[in-house]
């Protein structure tokens, strides 16, 4: 006869019972595999993130946090259905999986807290400020392109010369401005989510797809920021002059995201 936790609590104690704690264990585990797979997928091939990017963020944050809260669940639940009578041996699994979780976000952080601090050092050198913008820099490059650098107060836009020479007055508005809208609303803590999430699981399809999906979704955002002080069809011509991938920041292309044109279709209708 299978031990139950009634066998191992003590006295006065909740008891669950053993095929509470089994049912338990699968009904989590079937969340987050839906959650890991079928449920990031339809939303990523979904059209109407478009017409909401701050809905479908706040949604793919859901679907991250209850996903990694389900595994947990799932795995110190079928610890415990394992192993009722070793209450202490039963929730190591989850808690090695909660510490692997924290320990690559906290890699994470400082990774790219130590990056942007080696950038901004090298834009010190590089660049020069821009005469007549506050927290702007120009590097002296051809090729046109323009990045933000989210460093708390020290944060930079970053502007090339080359874009500088192809915009007009109303292009270059609604590139800083797009550009800003990253720094002002802290996009880079949203991203950074994600790209731990994708560091932890590098094997994982749907973790590059969800931090692929999230950087386009961003950049859909400080488009709406940027279309409150110019017409639409001024940013879609500054996006087209930086290029087909728009005017992403510098850590998180989106290339590889079919909401790049998403974007386009949003400016235009």
Do not use: K
């Amino acid at each position: 006869m299978l031990t139950t936790l009634a066998e191992v609590a003590p006295s006065g104690a909740l008891v669950i019972p053993h095929g509470v704690v089994l049912f338990g264990a699968v009904a989590l585990g079937l969340i987050a595999i839906a959650l890991a797979w079928p449920v990031p997928v339809a939303l990523s091939r979904a059209s109407w993130p478009m017409r909401a990017p701050v809905m479908a963020l706040l949604l793919w944050q859901a679907i991250g946090l209850a996903g990694g809260l389900s595994m947990i669940g799932a795995l110190a639940l079928a610890g415990y259905a394992a192993l009722p009578g070793h209450p202490w041996l039963a929730p190591i699994p989850a808690a090695l999986f909660t510490v692997y979780l924290l320990t690559h976000l906290g890699v994470t952080i400082v990774q790219v807290t130590r990056q942007r601090h080696r950038h901004l050092a090298l834009l010190e050198m590089l660049t020069s400020p821009h005469p007549t913008r506050a927290r702007t820099r120009v590097i002296d490059d051809a090729v046109p392109m323009a990045y933000c650098l989210p460093n708390g107060p020290r944060s930079v836009t970053v502007l090339s010369q080359g874009l500088l020479d192809r915009l007009d007055a109303d292009e270059l508005v609604a590139v800083i401005a797009h550009e800003r809208a990253h720094v002002e609303q802290r996009h880079d803590l949203l991203l950074l989510a994600f790209r731990a999430w994708r560091s932890a699981l590098p094997w994982f399809p749907i973790a590059a797809r969800a931090e692929v999906e999230v950087a386009a979704l961003v950049e859909m955002l400080a488009d709406d920021h940027a279309r409150r002080e110019v017409r639409d069809e001024v940013l879609a011509r500054a996006i087209l002059q930086v290029g087909a991938s728009g005017v992403p920041g510098a850590d998180q292309p989106v290339s590889g995201s079919m909401r790049v044109s998403d974007r386009f279709r949003r400016l235009a209708g």
